[in-house]
Structure formats: structure tokens, C-alpha cells
């Protein structure tokens, strides 16, 4: 019996190998088309965002919860794909700079034209939206060339989980800046939802084994400036108007960009053309992430909102990480995968 189950694992690859194709060339393959698929499903779940959150507010309870969760479920699986998104664009050995620009300036050119079809025009802007859209565009450039060393470094799951845990600054500053008192089961999912953070992103001895000091302040100036991201968004959904939300993200994505395309532009190499698809579905997933965040909320607590997004996304982040370039899943992210679900249902009855 041992024999012939030996024999029935050799066939397929023997099979591959008649056909003149590699065992390794057919993961590869298949690799390339989930790879390809989160692109299309990034462009193709563009319009229902898009359509709901310029829509009129719903009426009803029920609905207007449903609504909620749409919003944070949205953010939540578009800001995660930013990450598997850049780390695709690092095996297409784009200029990832090249990758930036298009993706800011197609994310400003999105919420300018959000922005026109308001009808706010110039009286959308004032002087607190100005001011938090120029510091959130530095802020969001920051963070992302600092993303792209650890990247390289430590792959999709420990660069996610460090951008993911800067979930604790927002909720911190909602509760000592804002008085945000949650209930008793978003409390409770909240917690559950940071206890699986660490659990999801950093396994045992990978962050502590001898790392060198240059490493270690990556990673802290990464966990920062997500965390200003983060509050950049929150502060302006406190003092800001829902209804400008758009000139918001506009003058945010259009600073990033003017920052960008100078970076790239003292780094030109490669082939611009390359870096057209990775840098249009980031700035796709960059406009319709931050839309859904805001309109999540000004509908939900941010005590619920930034642990339930930072969990979730960190678990679907590691999952298509394995999927699609063999990240190592451990045991200890298998339980911080299942008690972030448990986080997830908490949070709902609350």
C-alpha cells in the first residue's frame, strides 16, 4: 500500500514532466493566476464601494448595520490587499517608487472626480481639512517607502502585522482625545482582536533573534507612521464634514503623489510601462479603502472599527501570503487567525 500511494504522488509530476513542463514551472503557474485573480477582483469590486458610498444614508436600523459592516468589511479587505499587492510588484521587479506614483495619482485623480460630482466645490476646503489632507499625504508616502525595505526583508506577513498593530494608536487617542466609551462586547472584541495581532504576524524568535538595530527602527517607524495614517483619517472624521470627505482624500493622495513622482523621478530605471497594472490596482485598493474606512466611521465606533480591520486584514493578508508565495503559516498564527474570528463575532453582537 505504501508503494503504490508513493507511485500515485510520482505520476502527476511524471505526467508535467511528458508534457514538457516542470512540477516547479506549474506552481509557478498557478502562482501567477491567484495572483492575477486578486487584481481583477481588486478592479471588479470597485463599483460597489464606489456606488454605496455616494449613495443616499439608508434608512432603518437593520440596514443601516448592514451598511456598517459592508463599509468596514470593504476597508478592511482593500487596505490588506496593499501589502500583497506591493509584494507582487516586487516579483515583477517593477520600480516600486514608479508603482507609488501611479497608484497616488490615480488615487487623487479618483476622489477629485468623487469630489466634482458632489457639487461641494471650494467650499469644501477649509483650513483643518487642508491641514490634515497636506500632513495625512506626507504621512501616507512615509509609511509606504518605509514599507518597501521590510518588504524585502520579512515578507507580506511580519511587514503587515507591523502596519497592522499601529491599530493601538487611533483607539488610543479616541479614548484619551475623543471619549470614546464602547460597549461591554466591543470592549471585549476589541481586546480579543489586539490579543491576535501579535499571534497572526510575529512568530516566535523572529522579531528578537539578533535583529540589528537598523531593522528594529524600521519596523518602529513603520508601526508610527501607519499609526498617523490611521489618526490622520480619524482626526479628520472627528472635526472634519462627512460630505467633504472626497476634497479630504484629494489633497491626502494628491500630496502623496507630487512626493512620489519626485522619488521616482531620481530613481528612473526599468520600463514605466511595468509598472502601469501593479500601480493602478494599488491606487484603486488606496482610494476605495480609505472611502470605506470613512464612511465605516462615521457610522461605527473606531474602538470597533481599527481592531476589527487590523485583525481581519492581517488574517487575509497571511492566508494569501501562504496561497500565493508560501509564507510560512505557524501554529501560533493559526490560533491568532481563529481568535480573531472569535473577535469578529463578538464585535457583531456588540
Known sequence: MRLMRGRAKVRPQAASIAQGIRPSQAHEAVQRS????????????????????VSRPIRGSA?????????????????SSFGLIVRYAQERRCNLWGVGAVNYTLAATF??????????????????????????????VTAFGLLLPVMRWRGVSISTAATQLAVL???????????????????????????????LGLQPGALADRM???????LLALFLTNGLCMLTVRAYQQVGDAASSSAFLTIIFGTAAVIAQIAWATRRDGSPSRELLPGAALGLCNALANLALINALARLPSMLVFPFQSAVGLTFASLMARLLWDERISRLEKGGMALALIAVAVINVG
Open 34 to 53: 491567484w495572483q492575477e485573480a486578486l487584481l481583477r477582483v481588486s478592479f471588479s469590486a470597485a463599483g460597489i464601494v464606489l456606488q454605496t458610498g
Open 63 to 79: 440596514l443601516k448595520g448592514l451598511c456598517a459592516m459592508l463599509f468596514l468589511v470593504a476597508a478592511t479587505l482593500f487596505s
Open 111 to 140: 476622489h477629485a472626480v468623487l469630489w466634482a460630482l458632489s457639487g461641494a466645490g471650494w467650499r469644501a476646503l477649509d483650513a483643518s481639512t487642508v491641514a490634515l489632507g497636506v500632513g495625512g499625504g506626507i504621512v501616507f
Open 169 to 199: 494608536v487611533p483607539v488610543l487617542f479616541s479614548v484619551l482625545l475623543w471619549g470614546e466609551r464602547p460597549t461591554t462586547p466591543q470592549m471585549v472584541g476589541a481586546t480579543l482582536a489586539l490579543a491576535a495581532l501579535p499571534m
Open 212 to 218: 540589528p538595530a537598523r531593522n528594529m527602527l524600521l
